[in-house]
């Protein structure tokens, strides 16, 4: 269902009306290039492609794990985007400490959306979220990010249950029963384990797809892509799907 004009114009009021006259300057846009460590303006991320969205996340991630990462100057970042923001693109990822999006790309404040909880699944509030950002503030990606050596996933694989997290283990469940590598099927077996997180990543982008018509029709029209990759926690490389 496409929001209607009253909708939209609420959720421009509640982060991004401000920022679009701040960007508009009274005048037209000039469009500027993107730029690393550069606060994005609405001009710049209108200018961007969902494909060059996925390029600079890949070219932050090779940043990262060379050990390059830019210094940003967050003070001012702070400053200039106080009054609203405009992401290139969104991450849906786990809460693991090892795999934060902003730091995974080498991106700096304002430049990423992000949505995480363990093992980097999805429910209809993430997606809802997911949705803003792309219908209403224009991000240009999203990336379902799972990772390497994921204590979720195990849990998933070893049917542990535990309070409110068995409930969300089961979401999980679905690549642990698609996931067909030979040997044991627990967390003892390492390949399974990490079969199971690009089952998962894979699995939870269709996810995305099939609840969000929205999106669904964002992608069909080349206004987003949607893609799945994995990080790995030894080498702090970003593997695409």
Known sequence: MTPSLKTLTLLLALGLGAAHAADDHGGPVTPKPYAPGVTLSKSVQASITPEQAIKILQA???RFAAGKSLKYDHKRHVRQTALGQFPFASVVACI?????PEQVFDTGVGDIFTTRVAGATVNEDMVGSLEYAAKVAGSRAIVVLGHTSCGAIKGACDDVQMGNLTGLLAKLKPAVEATSTPGERNSKNHRFVEDVTEMNVKLTVEKIRSISPIL????????IKIVGAVYDTATGQVHWQ
């Not at 693991?96 to 934060?100: F, G, L, Q």
């Not at 669904?216 to 206004?223: L, P, R, V, Y």
């Open 96 to 100: 693991d400490s090892r795999s934060a």
């Open 216 to 223: 669904k029709e964002m992608e069909a029209a080349g206004q």
């Open 60 to 62: 932050g991630n090779q």
